[in-house]
């Protein structure tokens, strides 16, 4: 609230909380008429309370907006079916290994209805004339649908047996569950509506009664509030998969592998490393081996042997395998009995693999970290033309070790003529040699 002296510009609001106050006043007691005699004999008497700006920026809107509803939570996913290990002699076995079913997604709330209040469109409290444009309330919009659950897969199935066609009497239920729907958006509400939508402002500046004196009528309206958007209605959750069915003609239960392993690389230094796996075949017809009305995936997996291999590395490299500290390394056992060796991206190795029997080597003859192959210097760059001579030095000393390939892009500005541009003068592959430093 600012407090100064009076101006000329209030006459008009002045005079209008004045006819407020005091609505049958005489005409020879008319506001403007006491002020203008009240200010000739003892200046400015009055003293104007205003609203800041920020008031006024509040005051261009009336009522209260609807609140936006809340989005709906999203349904819990199914839990997947159990997975089992079983031994068969041809007793009837029954096994439901389904998945379950998602939840349902929570409907989003409707939006709130908005407080449309009173509007201060040609008056204010006082019947002072507003002047500037106002906007009735908006509508709440609605809250988000949650999305629905994801239905749990189907149940692994491991069948070991000795003859085949007492599968037949296993019958198993590895359906996926049922996805959940999503939920439904919230409605939107209505906005407010103006009560009246245009009116008229007079704007008065100098004395009245003098030349200067003049009034403008300027126009103000008042738009409806908007009406609150409705909520998106939540996605469906997926389709759980059915279940898979693995078979191993073996009355032993097979021993887990090891296919994988990822350590660190100086830990590989003089250590052999066994690696496993256990090929599988796939098939498809699942459920022409059940018994029927079984509900399964139609590929299914059918063992055919166990591979070992063992793995160690040569290490060939100048600097000693401890100073790559943590740097990891995956080590892959494929169905081809390969070794896969796998080193990080910031690390260059150069190297070659040798099998023998149950043995895989593998030879490191340079390691290079990513950031010494680019620590390159300018040396000379003298003469011009075809005497240009450009030096690079190695400041790894890694030449021995790359074969390093140069590409330049000579650019030039021709000022003399008023050119501000460049142009390309030349651009490809350089022969070239780099020197250790």
């Given amino acids: 609230m600012n407090i100064r002296p009076y101006q000329e510009s209030d006459a008009e609001s002045v005079s209008a909380l004045w006819d407020e106050v005091f609505p049958n006043n005489p005409s020879h007691s ?28 509040v005051a261009r809107n009336y009522g ?18 159990e997975n089992q290990n079983i031994f068969v002699n041809g007793s009837p076995v029954n096994l439901d290994l389904s998945g379950k079913d998602g939840e349902d997604g929570e409907d989003g709330e409707h939006g709130d209805q908005p407080d449309c209040g009173y509007q201060r469109d040609a008056y204010g409290g006082l019947r002072l004339r507003v002047s500037h ?52 958006g919230g409605n939107g509400t209505e906005g407010c509506k103006c009560h009246r939508r245009r009116w008229e402002v007079k704007t008065c500046k100098g004395t009245p009664g003098s030349p200067d004196y003049k009034c403008t009528d300027k ?22 998969r059915l279940g898979t069915l693995s078979i191993v003609n073996s009355k032993e239960p097979l021993a887990a592998d090891t296919p994988t392993v990822q350590l660190a690389i100086s830990e590989l230094a003089n250590k052999q490393f066994n690696l496993s796996k256990n090929k599988w075949n796939q098939r498809k017809g699942a459920t022409s081996l059940l018994a029927p009305g079984s509900a399964i995936a139609d590929n299914y997996r ?20 401890t ?25 260059w190795v150069e190297g070659s693999t040798k099998s023998e029997a149950n043995l895989t080597t593998f030879t490191v003859n340079h ?33 021995d070790a790359i074969n390093t390939q140069f590409r330049v892009k000579f650019r030039a500005q021709d000022s003399l003529h008023g050119f501000s541009g460049y142009k390309t003068e030349y651009e490809g592959d350089i022969l070239g040699r780099t020197c250790d430093s």
């Avoid at 209260?64 to 079916?81: A, E, K, M, Q």
């Avoid at 659950?149 to 996926?176: H, I």
């Avoid at 008042?222 to 759980?240: A, F, H, I």
């Fill in 302 to 321: 059918e063992f055919e042997q166990r591979l070992e291999q063992a793995f160690q590395i040569v290490w060939q490299e100048r600097q000693p395998i």
């Fill in 219 to 240: 126009v103000y309206r008042c738009s409806d509030g908007n009406d609150g958007q409705d909520g998106s209605d939540g996605s469906d959750g997926s389709q759980g």
């Fill in 367 to 399: 390691a290079i970290p990513k950031k010494d192959v680019t620590r390159l210097a300018v040396a000379e760059f003298a003469d011009a033309g075809q005497n240009l001579n450009l030096k690079i030095v190695d400041l790894a000393a890694k030449s």
């Fill in 133 to 184: 444009d106002i906007n009735a309330p908006n509508g709440g919009s609605g809250g988000n649908g949650g999305k629905g659950g994801d239905g749990g897969n189907g149940g692994f199935l491991t069948v070991y047996y000795s003859n085949l066609a007492d599968l037949r009497n296993v019958s198993v239920r590895a359906n996926g569950g049922k996805s959940g729907r999503g939920g439904r």
């Fill in 323 to 347: 100073s790559f500290g943590n740097q990891a390394v995956t080590l892959n056992f494929t169905d081809s009995k390969q070794v896969e060796v796998t080193f990080p991206e910031d690390l």
């Fill in 64 to 81: 209260r907006d609807g609140r936006t509803g809340s989005d709906g939570r999203s349904g819990r996913d199914g839990g997947s079916g």
């Fill in 30 to 57: 008319s506001p403007k008429l006491v002020i203008s005699q009240k200010l000739a004999v003892f200046g400015s008497v009055l003293c104007p309370a205003v609203a800041s700006d920020e008031y006024y920026k």
